[in-house]
């Protein structure tokens, strides 16, 4: 079985495009018969986390794993902050992204160097980050929508 065939990741994954819909007023999945296996077949990589002090990865994409080079059981254990080089001024540019999305909602068109599991780094842009929210606006995480990526030596 996979991931997004599972009850809790399909009703995450309804989560994450309607909280999308709802923070941006716009939609990147058509409607679709099954959503989750739609989500989880987008080609433009697509994470999740969750609200933990130090937030925990909840959610990838097939795409998002490929590019991370990690399984989904790896993936979803992994602290968000470690998808980035642990150098300060990159740790502190991922902070200050997630704090300006946490206040705005949603920031459209960021860029940034990820690290996969295998140490291949990466830049990721036209990223949209947004907040996670439920309909009465309880928030469960932060979500990236990667437009584009650039590997690097």
């Known amino acids: ?3 997004y065939q599972t ?4 009703a995450y994954s309804a989560l994450l495009v309607d909280s999308f819909r709802r923070v941006t007023g716009r939609s990147f999945l058509a409607d679709a018969s099954d959503l989750a ?3 989880w077949q987008h080609p433009q ?3 999740s986390h969750g609200t933990q002090a130090d937030p925990v990865f909840c959610y990838a994409n097939a795409a998002a794993l490929r590019l991370w ?3 989904w059981d790896d993936f ?4 968000s902050r470690r998808s980035a080089e642990a150098e300060p001024a990159i740790q502190s540019d991922r902070a200050a992204l ?4 946490l206040v705005a909602g949603y920031v459209a068109d960021y860029r940034g160097v990820r690290i996969s599991a295998t140490g291949q780094r990466f830049e990721i842009s036209e990223t949209i980050l947004w907040n996670v929210t439920d309909a009465a606006g309880l928030r469960h995480g932060q979500a990236a929508l ?3 990526i650039a590997m690097l030596a």
């Open 76 to 79: 979803i254990r992994l602290p």
């Open 45 to 47: 990589p697509l994470v």
């Open 98 to 101: 997630l704090a300006r999305a």
């Open 1 to 3: 079985m996979l991931p």
């Open 146 to 148: 990667i437009g584009a």
């Open 69 to 71: 080079q990690m399984g």
């Open 37 to 39: 296996a739609a989500l």
């Open 7 to 10: 009850a809790n990741v399909a």
